[in-house]
């Protein structure tokens, strides 16, 4: 048994007290390598500590929607260049949260736009694959990353929100990250949407300490919890838990290729 989490955000302060044993549950539950992404640059020492504690452990550099406000390509800069910072991200947009008034809404679409491009543009500078946040602003992610040519370093659309505008993006280079949600029972879209997916771009992640999958909603989500979710996967897929981890671990090292040392 063996699972990568391509998405677990192990710097966040609910693991403040017990982050040691949260990996080495997961460990010990066949999670193979982790995957810190970038959301807010304060947390980066954080990523980089675990990173250098354990071998398995990863991280992101990156500026999430919500703090466009702290974006400062120097700090990513003197951080990308570290041996375990293997994504860019997680990058993106996100129109679910804007504000009300109608000229802050659009100053703050066209911020999380230029911030994003901007991360793109860091990505191919670097050679390094992007981890995408998009929230109710399909269209003008699918648009933005096409016209970007991201497709160079192609990337991971996280918690992929069955939006069939972006299926397309298969062709683009980027992978498809199916997390909790789709043990909802009210994800009835996704599991829809999943069997289109090519097989060859699954990805699996937790969203960590966030979007804790079924039967445990309600309680503080870890790595361990990516075994649920590959079995809700496979019962979609009518396939075997281990042809989906098998599965998803060669994918995630086919598009982050430190995986494999």
């Known amino acids: 048994m063996s699972i990568i989490d391509t998405h677990c955000h192990l710097d966040n302060l609910q693991y403040q007290d017990d982050i040691d044993e949260v990996i080495q549950t997961a460990l010990k539950n066949g999670i193979e390598a982790f995957l810190i992404p970038g959301a807010d640059p304060k947390d980066l020492p954080t990523a980089v500590h675990l990173s250098e504690k354990y071998d398995e452990v990863f991280f992101a550099v990156g500026v999430h929607p919500y703090d466009v406000d702290n974006f400062d390509l120097e700090i990513l800069e003197k951080y990308v260049s570290h041996p375990k910072c293997i994504a860019i991200g997680e990058c993106g947009l996100d129109y679910f949260r804007l504000?009300?008034?109608?000229?802050?809404?659009?100053?703050?679409?066209?911020?999380?736009?230029?911030?994003?491009?901007?991360?793109?543009?860091?990505?191919?500078?670097?050679?390094?694959?992007?981890?995408?946040?998009?929230?109710?602003?399909?269209?003008?992610?699918?648009?933005?990353?096409?016209?970007?040519?991201?497709?160079?370093?192609?990337?991971?659309?996280?918690?992929?929100?069955?939006?069939?505008?972006?299926?397309?993006?298969?062709?683009?280079?980027?992978?498809?990250?199916?997390?909790?949600?789709?043990?909802?029972?009210?994800?009835?879209?996704?599991?829809?949407?999943?069997?289109?997916?090519?097989?060859?771009?699954?990805?699996?992640?937790?969203?960590?300490?966030?979007?804790?999958?079924h039967p445990f909603r309600g309680s503080r989500n870890t790595p361990t919890y990516t075994n649920n979710i590959a079995q809700k996967i496979s019962e979609i897929l009518h396939k075997s838990k281990k042809e989906i981890e098998n599965l998803t671990t060669k994918n995630a090292k086919a598009l982050f290729k430190e995986f494999n040392r």
């Open 99 to 213: 504000p009300k008034n109608e000229e802050e809404k659009l100053q703050n679409i066209k911020l999380q736009k230029n911030i994003f491009i901007a991360q793109i543009e860091f990505a191919k500078k670097v050679k390094k694959p992007l981890i995408i946040h998009i929230r109710d602003a399909s269209d003008d992610s699918r648009t933005i990353l096409i016209e970007s040519k991201a497709e160079e370093v192609g990337g991971v659309l996280h918690c992929y929100n069955a939006s069939e505008h972006l299926l397309m993006l298969s062709e683009h280079n980027f992978y498809f990250g199916i997390g909790g949600v789709v043990t909802f029972k009210n994800a009835k879209k996704l599991v829809e949407v999943l069997p289109k997916i090519p097989l060859e771009k699954l990805l699996i992640e937790t969203d960590a300490p966030y979007l804790t999958p």
